[in-house]
């Protein structure tokens, strides 16, 4: 088929066609290998119903599981049973012999017990990404979302990140084939949103240091005194790292576009961004801050 289009978008993932075509490419870390969120990952969708009446926990949007043996988190999905599961890989597991039941024993390695689950698909996946896209337009060609922009979905970055591509990228297309906007408001669309790729990329890789670097001691798991201080060390230092990763308005709501071509020039002095701050300005450029009419 043909199609005759204005202008193409190529939001079509990590192994983008449009952007190859394009002979564009994607620059920065990839794989970076850490204890945990770091190379080889395994995911396992499954439907577990007993889960917390069997682990004797109040019932949470995430579970992490910390030690040297089956490092995982695991995010609900529907609130009922079922699950989002992702666990590290050992060097001595190859994900290519994994099978259902496998699936289902890497979930419950992690957590402790034997539980009965139902594996509803698994697959393996690469934790270590912070790539972005040296250009995101060609004339009327142009990318965004993981075909600009690759993470490791620390913070919900990756998935945040895309949505705002559309939304910059939605209002502009809109106001040049309206007639109310020429060229130069397109391409101020890859200014904008590589400055913001690079910095929330930044801020990803940050989080998965701070949780991926962070490794077990050897005892933690001792029925003694010295287990149970290094588990209460430990859980202190990733329920910090939590807040530090998911209290993030600053990054929410903070992200700026100064110097992009289609912004007026400005002296002022900019507010600091800051992962767990946000401070709203009223500069052109950021998000304008909210009043109460």
């Known amino acids: 088929h043909n199609i005759d289009a204005n202008y193409l978008i190529g939001a079509d993932g990590a192994r983008s066609m449009v952007r190859k075509q394009l002979g564009y490419s994607l620059k920065g870390e990839y794989g970076e290998e850490r204890h945990f969120f770091g190379g080889r990952m395994y995911a396992v969708y499954l439907r577990c119903p007993e889960f917390y009446e069997v682990v004797g926990k109040q019932p949470a949007w995430m579970n992490w599981t910390f030690n040297d043996d089956r490092r995982a988190l695991m995010a609900a999905v529907d609130g009922n049973g079922e699950f989002a599961f992702h666990t590290q890989l050992r060097s001595d597991e190859d994900e290519s012999t994994i099978t259902d039941e496998r699936a289902a024993d890497l979930f419950r390695e992690a957590c402790g017990v034997t539980i009965d689950c139902e594996v509803l698909s698994h697959m393996g996946w690469t934790a270590?990404?912070?790539?972005?896209?040296?250009?995101?337009?060609?004339?009327?060609?142009?990318?965004?979302?993981?075909?600009?922009?690759?993470?490791?979905?620390?913070?919900?970055?990756?998935?945040?990140?895309?949505?705002?591509?559309?939304?910059?990228?939605?209002?502009?297309?809109?106001?040049?084939?309206?007639?109310?906007?020429?060229?130069?408001?397109?391409?101020?669309?890859?200014?904008?949103?590589?400055?913001?790729?690079?910095?929330?990329?930044?801020?990803?890789?940050?989080?998965?240091?701070?949780?991926?670097?962070?490794?077990?001691?050897?005892?933690?798991?001792?029925?003694?005194?010295?287990?149970?201080?290094?588990?209460?060390?430990?859980?202190?230092?990733?329920?910090?790292?939590?807040?530090?990763?998911?209290?993030?308005?600053?990054?929410?709501?903070?992200?700026?576009?100064?110097?992009?071509?289609?912004?007026?020039?400005?002296?002022?002095?900019?507010?600091?961004?800051?992962?767990?701050?946000?401070?709203?300005?009223?500069?052109?450029?950021?998000?304008?801050?909210?009043?109460?009419?």
């Open 128 to 293: 270590g990404h912070s790539l972005v896209a040296n250009h995101f337009i060609s004339d009327r060609v142009i990318i965004g979302g993981d075909a600009a922009h690759l993470f490791t979905p620390a913070g919900g970055l990756g998935y945040n990140t895309a949505v705002e591509d559309a939304v910059n990228l939605g209002w502009k297309l809109a106001a040049v084939l309206k007639g109310q906007g020429g060229r130069g408001l397109i391409e101020s669309y890859e200014f904008e949103r590589q400055k913001v790729a690079l910095r929330n990329t930044g801020y990803a890789r940050g989080f998965a240091d701070s949780v991926g670097n962070f490794v077990p001691e050897d005892n933690l798991e001792e029925n003694t005194e010295n287990g149970e201080s290094l588990r209460a060390a430990a859980g202190e230092y990733l329920v910090e790292h939590a807040k530090r990763e998911f209290n993030i308005p600053g990054i929410t709501f903070g992200a700026r576009y100064d110097g992009s071509p289609v912004l007026p020039k400005t002296d002022e002095v900019l507010p600091l961004d800051q992962a767990n701050f946000y401070q709203a300005s009223g500069i052109p450029g950021g998000r304008p801050p909210h009043w109460w009419l």
